[in-house]
């Protein structure tokens, strides 16, 4: 280790050394070998960087010695002398590896002292802008190395201005500036109970340690947990000979984007300050001019600049975020970095720059964020929009909206009927409340997860949702809720942002879902690249509507529960469950069904050639009666009145029913095809209509060939349960078709969402033409995790605490679920070669998880129509990856 | 097929041959081979049983053939001639592979015409002998061939004795019976629509084929199932010679048992009946006489008899059911069969053979059902006695109790003080029943399921319980129940027997366990031979001293949350739970402490010298809260009386606070290590008092090396999880224990519950000392099934409808559950090849899991403290298996 080279001038350097020079070492080494003009410098290593903290944060002998061998080579080449007359000055910058914007520490103008001030004075000619550099050093130097607060300096130069009337730095005179170095050098001896040191070479040693040791400043180290960033990759030090901005009315300093970071556009776009230093652009004491006007103050520099910045963008294929300096009419580059940018940016500089030839199509798809892309498909906050935060909650449906408060159904359906837009709030939804959230323009609830009735409801209808918002104590009886002190009643205006989890004071300006012809572009090169299919989650016939434009290649999940549910069905419903006869069970299934049927042929009418898979009802019983605390409380009010009314047995029995049908944790309870082998006639009713369906739209027209049913069986986890309900489908098919049943193909199979299943996925497949994992109760179950309880109570905790890394509902744990998911798929394709393999779950929109399936050759993912094309782009990623 | 020999000589055949001769045929070719005294036969082949059915139920020319052959054999051998004078007359009976006893048809007398009838007659110069077989013969022919209504027959039999004031068939004269005859033959007329078939090979014919089809009826179908026996295993039929026990005073017929099959006493056991046939012992038309008799009325056929039974014994090494018939003086064996018997006979049996040198002690502990020994450690009803069974629930803990009913807690502690022995019965218990439960003799509910909160504790206390009785129609506030129409109130006496879930009607006789010497033996031979050590669940002094005289080795789950439900400790665990701030919650835990520290000091003192697994708190906090129901309504009382009352505020808090707690699916909920993590200051105090009570223990005299900690984390799913509670306890018991941590050397483990865990217990065994599968959890996530939920709607529907063959609760899944045991076991050795691994979930009471475990070579089972004997014999037969 002791004879490893430490420090590399930058024509020793190049842009592959990222990891050993730290990403802005190798950029400025990397530029200087392609010949722009960037000044001389050299970097310290990361490595050296490590060794530092093993010697316990001290520069070792063959450190020192290489650093000064570096520094002599920039005073011959630029013919002046560190300390000396003709003084060499250096900025010291930090530079990770992978870019930790604004973490870790910097000091430019080293190498100053009252002696090479006078000189540097007498060099320039401008004594003002020698001491005007003597006491940013100071300043910068104070503050970074010595941990002098900043304050006290900043305070000392505002005194000065304020005394003599002046509203600029730039406006402080010679005099103002020597009074200021001599009350800085005051603080120092004060603060830091030592002169300023005025050695060069001290100063350098001082600064490269204060860099290194900025690696593990707070800020750094929450950074890169939050990054997760590691520990060990260290940060370079860059020692570059300074060059300034503060010459005069001939300097400048400025950034700059080769594209417009917000919107993509193809022009240069940035800012910059005549006669400043790099700090001054960033610490806002002055404003910026846009880059524009400098092709009007400087049109050969501005020249000059713009080839840079094109030499830079075709070198790195990439867009640069450049910084730059102008002394006495030469420009510097200082910094270039690829540039940061929004969604809309992103994928149109992706596509612009297949069209421009710089890039393929393969590496345009993977240069946008799928995750970022949520933003171009909701309704959203503006950025820019000042926001008074009233509470927060779980963002359990994207999108944004503003509205009227309502604190109940009918009331929403009514205002909404007379044009009003409006929120619905309350403690939680359940099914009666189906057409307040259909009127609402979003909903707002203070207890339930992110399967709760309303976020379930709220994503399915594509509307905003925030839940579980414990902050808002409601009052639903008489209509308002407390957060603190503060009272919000019906009719006041609230925005809520489903993509944060923000309440939000008012009516804050929002933007429109952007679908652009470059969107739709990049996702087409996305198409031809990918593996997986994807599919849309979907429950009526406008949100399969919405997925076809999203580029869904047929229904992955149709809950037919949510059909269930509908305000003029419930009574059904409940009827049908609380029957005490077959017979009459039977006779209000036999009402349901004409309505089931059309849903069915809506949805197949919107797929028409694509594939639906059904999922049978799925839900315990119980989630369809009405609420059991006010049943209690009717039941006891109607006791206390005395009498044995009718109404009171009537209430007795409901209460008696609904508690035979509790359970204490439903989630494990009767439901799926524990339902449908107990009560076969459920599940019959339910394959009559699909059929029924079928055979109406043929009869209109439809060609068979375009209808594609594939029946899904919930929750089996054993091999006879399928079988049974594989024969219940089957017979019914063969009753309802006829002899058409050979011109309808169709599929049965299951959901793989018990780790039982996957443990025995052989058996299954034996019985089964398709499995579709689903993922959000496989997790559930594997991990013992109820996500309502488990996201409102111990999973925000665990994130919060590092217990686990990432919310294994929103990425799907690989070593646990991912591995049950592999094992089934292995197993089941071993005994059915030709067995289709999808998934249904959350995790299907998901990104890092859309990988993890296409790594494991599964068939196709299902998300939310919404998420459709972030699955088409991610699971093109997965493929090039 | 068609060459293959279907009929065998009784000669020809052998015990070794069951499968083809079926058992009977088998035992009655051993018993001729061995010279016993057995009417020569011949048996017709399980085979040929398959044959007929796939013949559509004929009967095929080359068996007809055979059977021919053999017949003339028999003829020949005996020197009579089927159907002719001097006749040769037949029994046929059925004889399947595994014994089916009394489920299949028999026909005896076969050959009987009214010619033959008259041979016999002169033969035997006996007409109403003759006469006797001949009517019998036409009623058991009718019934079993014709399949005429038997009871027409018993009708005119009754008829005749009355008109003849007669009280047994006995005493019917020749006249009588010609009469009787003539009656049977015209039923047999009327019903049949013919004549009864006088030709005897047409007769052996019919009777051949009522034998086989007697293999699918009904009654043999329901019975294979029941007992898991293959439909194509047939029945073989037996054709032998009669001899006639009905032939005067010098005949007889009987069964006996060689030992007794009651207590398993060494005599021989049984009874018999002079001047009879067989069926007459059966039918219990006259009463036999104890076989002892025999020795008195026929000296020289009772010491015959009794050395064939020595020789039986002796040839097939095991306790035999013998039927035997002495015509005129002649001792004829008709058949023998290994005895069914008492679990406590099955031990003294088994043992005493060992004794008598006839088997092997590794015979012995094979001879034992592990299962039936559950009568011997539990007071159980008296199988003698009659019962009037009210209702029946599940049969959660074994045992059964005899009582008055009381309907709340404190009235069963106030009654038992007075010296009542009372069952509390309620819809279900919660913690503040605890007083109640320890006071009554049983526990009696009409909801929850094997793990309710009655089921668990009473089962933890080894008190008899039947829970989710849902036919009682409970009305606890009027004290009282309905079953039907009827009503039971406090005072009335009932008993439950918590091992068949049966409720019964007024105090029953009950047998008190037997822990016999003999069985001490078998089980000190089971501990010589068994792989895997066997602990007990036992939460408490007086539990862990039970566990340790049924020879448990340890105790494997030692649950701390009973510890919080005593009654004087509720109220101080609920004021923690409430606490609103961390010092609340910890000046309540400090009260906590010396009552937890002297639990753990009663159980290491019971425990000395054996290991004792802690699993620290498990349930989520809710459980210890009041009932939801009750504050809800009393809020609404307060409510209604108007005035904010500090009483209103005060149920208003606590009814927000059981909300705030309140979860949708417990099971997967805030409980276990989330808890552990959330609430580090619980933990903290239950580590605090184990080594607190180690310490003081050791200062009153133990030996250090006699208290043997394993600490458990519950329901841990991520290594971290286990990583920083492994570290909660090393810091806690470094700062208890100071410098004597080194003489007190500690395990801490994991118990493995989530499928997670397994799939990641290589991860999870770099930080555990050890595992203990829960499997009751393990189950209920890898299946999805709420155990609660699942036993009180669904699971009784699977287990009727054969979708599941076993309670996957009772006995472990294997293809599920156990590939998840297997996996984990692999997986943890292979990364710490000396971890510990053991079973703490009720399936380590249960034979066929042990069987399981014992497979996968884990180190321990660990059960409640009544089943450990079983587990030590389960263990042992797994091994030898």
């Given at each position: 280790m002791?004879t490893?080279?430490?420090?590399y001038?930058f024509?020793?350097?190049?842009?592959?050394?990222?990891?050993?020079?730290?990403?802005?070492?190798a950029n400025?080494?990397?530029?200087?070998r392609?010949?722009?003009?960037v000044?001389?410098g050299?970097?310290?290593t990361?490595?050296?960087?490590n060794r530092?903290y093993?010697?316990?944060?001290?520069i070792?002998p063959?450190l020192e010695?290489?650093?000064?061998?570096?520094?002599e080579v920039?005073?011959?080449t630029t013919?002046r002398?560190?300390?000396g007359e003709?003084?060499?000055l250096l900025?010291?910058?930090?530079?990770?590896?992978i870019?930790?914007p604004?973490?870790?520490?910097?000091?430019?103008?080293l190498g100053?002292n009252?002696?090479?001030?006078?000189?540097l004075?007498r060099?320039s000619g401008n004594?003002?802008?020698a001491?005007?550099?003597?006491?940013?050093f100071?300043?910068?130097?104070?503050?970074v190395v010595?941990?002098i607060?900043r304050n006290?300096f900043?305070?000392?130069?505002?005194d000065?201005k304020?005394?003599?009337?002046?509203s600029s730095d730039a406006?402080?005179?010679e005099?103002?500036?020597e009074?200021i170095?001599a009350?800085?050098?005051?603080?120092v001896?004060?603060?830091a109970?030592r002169?300023?040191p005025?050695e060069?070479?001290e100063q350098l040693l001082?600064a490269?340690k204060?860099?290194?040791?900025?690696w593990?400043?707070?800020?750094?180290?929450v950074y890169?947990?939050a990054?997760?960033i590691?520990?060990?990759l260290?940060?370079?030090?860059?020692v570059?000979v300074?060059?300034?901005g503060?010459?005069?009315?001939?300097?400048?300093t400025?950034v700059?984007?080769?594209?417009?970071p917000?919107?993509?556009e193809?022009k240069?776009?940035g800012?910059y300050l005549m006669?400043a230093?790099g700090?001054d652009?960033?610490?806002?004491?002055?404003?910026?001019?846009?880059?524009a006007?400098l092709?009007e103050?400087?049109?050969a520099i501005y020249?000059?600049?713009?080839?840079?910045?094109?030499?830079l963008?075709?070198?790195?294929r990439e867009?640069q975020?450049i910084?730059?300096?102008?002394e006495?009419g030469k420009l510097?580059?200082l910094q270039?970095?690829?540039?940061k940018r929004?969604?809309?940016?992103?994928?149109k500089i992706a596509?612009d720059?297949?069209r421009e030839g710089?890039?393929s199509?393969e590496?345009?798809?993977?240069?946008?964020d799928?995750g970022?892309l949520q933003?171009?498909l909701?309704?959203?906050?503006?950025?820019?929009?000042?926001?008074d935060?009233?509470?927060r909650g779980l963002?359990?449906s994207?999108?944004?909206?503003?509205?009227?408060?309502?604190f109940?159904a009918?009331?929403?359906?009514?205002?909404?009927?007379e044009?009003?837009?409006v929120?619905?709030?309350s403690?939680?939804?359940t099914p009666?409340?189906i057409h307040?959230i259909l009127?609402a323009q979003?909903?707002?609830?203070?207890?339930?997860g992110?399967?709760?009735h309303?976020?379930?409801?709220?994503r399915g209808m594509?509307k905003?949702c925030v839940?579980?918002?414990?902050?808002?104590?409601?009052?639903?009886e008489e209509?308002?809720?407390?957060?603190?002190e503060?009272?919000?009643r019906?009719?006041?205006?609230?925005t809520?942002?489903g993509?944060?989890g923000?309440?939000i004071r008012?009516?804050v300006p929002?933007?429109?879902p952007?679908?652009t012809?470059?969107?739709k572009?990049?996702?087409?090169?996305?198409d031809?690249v990918?593996?997986?299919?994807?599919r849309a989650?979907?429950?009526?016939?406008?949100?399969a509507?919405?997925?076809l434009e999203?580029?869904a290649q047929?229904?992955?999940?149709?809950r037919?529960e949510h059909?269930?549910m509908?305000?003029?069905?419930v009574?059904?419903?409940q009827?049908?469950i609380?029957?005490?006869?077959?017979?009459?069970?039977?006779?209000q299934?036999e009402?349901?069904?004409?309505?089931?049927?059309e849903?069915?042929?809506g949805?197949f009418?919107a797929m028409?050639?694509?594939p639906?898979t059904?999922?049978?009802?799925?839900?315990?019983l119980?989630?369809?009666?009405?609420d059991r605390?006010?049943?209690?409380?009717?039941?006891h009010?109607?006791?206390q009145q005395?009498?044995a009314?009718p109404e009171l047995k009537?209430?007795e029995?409901?209460?008696?029913?609904?508690?035979?049908?509790?359970?204490f944790?439903p989630?494990?309870g009767?439901?799926?095809c524990?339902?449908?082998?107990?009560?076969p006639?459920?599940y019959r009713?339910?394959?009559k209509?699909i059929?029924?369906a079928a055979?109406?739209l043929?009869?209109e027209?439809m060609?068979p060939?375009e209808?594609k049913?594939e029946i899904?069986?919930?929750?089996?986890?054993?091999?006879?349960?399928?079988?049974?309900m594989?024969?219940?489908?089957e017979e019914?098919?063969?009753?309802v078709?006829g002899?058409?049943e050979?011109?309808l193909?169709y599929?049965?199979g299951?959901?793989?969402?018990?780790?039982r299943a996957?443990?025995?996925a052989d058996q299954?497949?034996?019985?089964?033409?398709?499995f579709?994992?689903g993922t959000?109760d496989?997790?559930?179950?594997?991990l013992?995790?109820s996500?309502d309880d488990?996201?409102?109570?111990?999973?925000p905790?665990?994130?919060?605490?590092?217990i686990?890394a990432?919310?294994?509902?929103?990425?799907i744990?690989?070593?646990g679920?991912?591995?049950?998911?592999?094992l089934?798929?292995?197993k089941?394709?071993?005994?059915?070669?030709?067995?289709?393999?999808?998934?249904?779950?959350e995790h299907?929109?998901?990104p890092?998880?859309?990988?993890f399936?296409n790594e494991l050759?599964l068939?196709?993912?299902?998300?939310s129509?919404?998420r459709?094309p972030?699955?088409r782009l991610?699971a093109?990623?997965?493929?090039?990856k």
């Amino acid at each position: 280790m002791s004879t490893q080279k430490m420090v590399y001038l930058f024509e020793q350097g190049s842009a592959e050394m990222k990891s050993l020079l730290g990403s802005k070492g190798a950029n400025l080494a990397e530029m200087s070998r392609i010949g722009l003009p960037v000044p001389p410098g050299f970097v310290i290593t990361t490595e050296a960087c490590n060794r530092y903290y093993e010697e316990n944060r001290q520069i070792w002998p063959e450190l020192e010695q290489e650093v000064r061998q570096c520094l002599e080579v920039l005073e011959s080449t630029t013919g002046r002398r560190f300390g000396g007359e003709n003084p060499l000055l250096l900025s010291v910058r930090s530079g990770a590896v992978i870019s930790m914007p604004g973490m870790m520490d910097t000091v430019l103008n080293l190498g100053l002292n009252r002696e090479t001030m006078e000189a540097l004075a007498r060099e320039s000619g401008n004594r003002r802008f020698a001491l005007d550099c003597y006491r940013r050093f100071i300043q910068m130097f104070g503050d970074v190395v010595l941990k002098i607060d900043r304050n006290l300096f900043e305070k000392v130069l505002e005194d000065k201005k304020e005394a003599r009337n002046l509203s600029s730095d730039a406006e402080l005179s010679e005099e103002d500036l020597e009074s200021i170095v001599a009350s800085f050098l005051e603080i120092v001896r004060r603060e830091a109970g030592r002169e300023f040191p005025t050695e060069p070479w001290e100063q350098l040693l001082l600064a490269i340690k204060a860099v290194f040791d900025s690696w593990h400043n707070p800020r750094a180290q929450v950074y890169r947990q939050a990054n997760r960033i590691p520990d060990h990759l260290g940060t370079g030090v860059n020692v570059q000979v300074m060059v300034f901005g503060n010459l005069g009315d001939d300097s400048c300093t400025g950034v700059a984007f080769t594209r417009n970071p917000s919107t993509g556009e193809g022009k240069i776009y940035g800012e910059y300050l005549m006669n400043a230093q790099g700090e001054d652009v960033v610490s806002g004491a002055r404003t910026p001019r846009p880059i524009a006007e400098l092709k009007e103050e400087m049109p050969a520099i501005y020249e000059q600049f713009v080839s840079v910045c094109r030499t830079l963008e075709s070198h790195y294929r990439e867009m640069q975020d450049i910084e730059f300096t102008v002394e006495k009419g030469k420009l510097y580059i200082l910094q270039t970095r690829t540039g940061k940018r929004t969604a809309p940016a992103a994928v149109k500089i992706a596509v612009d720059m297949v069209r421009e030839g710089l890039i393929s199509r393969e590496e345009a798809l993977q240069r946008v964020d799928p995750g970022q892309l949520q933003q171009l498909l909701h309704r959203r906050v503006d950025p820019e929009a000042k926001l008074d935060v009233i509470a927060r909650g779980l963002p359990a449906s994207p999108g944004a909206a503003s509205g009227r408060l309502v604190f109940n159904a009918d009331r929403a359906q009514a205002l909404a009927e007379e044009g009003e837009k409006v929120l619905l709030v309350s403690t939680e939804t359940t099914p009666d409340d189906i057409h307040g959230i259909l009127a609402a323009q979003g909903v707002l609830t203070s207890r339930g997860g992110m399967t709760s009735h309303a976020a379930v409801v709220a994503r399915g209808m594509g509307k905003p949702c925030v839940c579980g918002c414990e902050e808002l104590k409601i009052n639903l009886e008489e209509g308002y809720f407390r957060v603190g002190e503060e009272v919000f009643r019906e009719g006041d205006l609230l925005t809520i942002d489903g993509a944060t989890g923000q309440v939000i004071r008012g009516q804050v300006p929002l933007i429109e879902p952007q679908l652009t012809p470059e969107f739709k572009e990049l996702l087409g090169w996305a198409d031809q690249v990918r593996r997986l299919a994807v599919r849309a989650n979907a429950d009526n016939p406008e949100d399969a509507r919405i997925a076809l434009e999203m580029g869904a290649q047929g229904i992955g999940l149709c809950r037919t529960e949510h059909m269930f549910m509908a305000p003029d069905r419930v009574p059904v419903v409940q009827k049908m469950i609380l029957a005490s006869t077959l017979e009459e069970r039977e006779r209000q299934l036999e009402q349901l069904l004409p309505m089931q049927k059309e849903d069915f042929k809506g949805i197949f009418r919107a797929m028409a050639g694509y594939p639906v898979t059904i999922r049978l009802l799925d839900p315990p019983l119980h989630e369809f009666l009405p609420d059991r605390d006010e049943v209690l409380l009717k039941v006891h009010r109607l006791r206390q009145q005395g009498a044995a009314t009718p109404e009171l047995k009537e209430q007795e029995q409901l209460l008696q029913q609904i508690n035979n049908l509790a359970e204490f944790n439903p989630m494990l309870g009767q439901r799926g095809c524990r339902l449908g082998l107990a009560y076969p006639e459920i599940y019959r009713m339910q394959v009559k209509a699909i059929f029924l369906a079928a055979l109406e739209l043929i009869e209109e027209g439809m060609k068979p060939e375009e209808i594609k049913p594939e029946i899904m069986i919930p929750l089996v986890g054993h091999r006879e349960e399928l079988a049974r309900m594989r024969k219940l489908v089957e017979e019914t098919a063969a009753e309802v078709l006829g002899s058409r049943e050979k011109e309808l193909p169709y599929l049965v199979g299951t959901m793989i969402e018990l780790p039982r299943a996957c443990l025995v996925a052989d058996q299954l497949a034996e019985v089964a033409d398709f499995f579709s994992f689903g993922t959000n109760d496989l997790t559930q179950t594997t991990l013992g995790y109820s996500r309502d309880d488990a996201e409102a109570k111990f999973l925000p905790f665990y994130l919060r605490e590092g217990i686990l890394a990432v919310n294994p509902f929103m990425e799907i744990d690989r070593e646990g679920v991912g591995q049950l998911v592999e094992l089934a798929a292995q197993k089941s394709r071993k005994r059915k070669a030709e067995i289709k393999l999808g998934v249904c779950g959350e995790h299907g929109g998901d990104p890092h998880s859309i990988a993890f399936f296409n790594e494991l050759g599964l068939g196709y993912v299902s998300c939310s129509p919404f998420r459709v094309p972030i699955a088409r782009l991610a699971a093109a990623q997965a493929v090039l990856k």
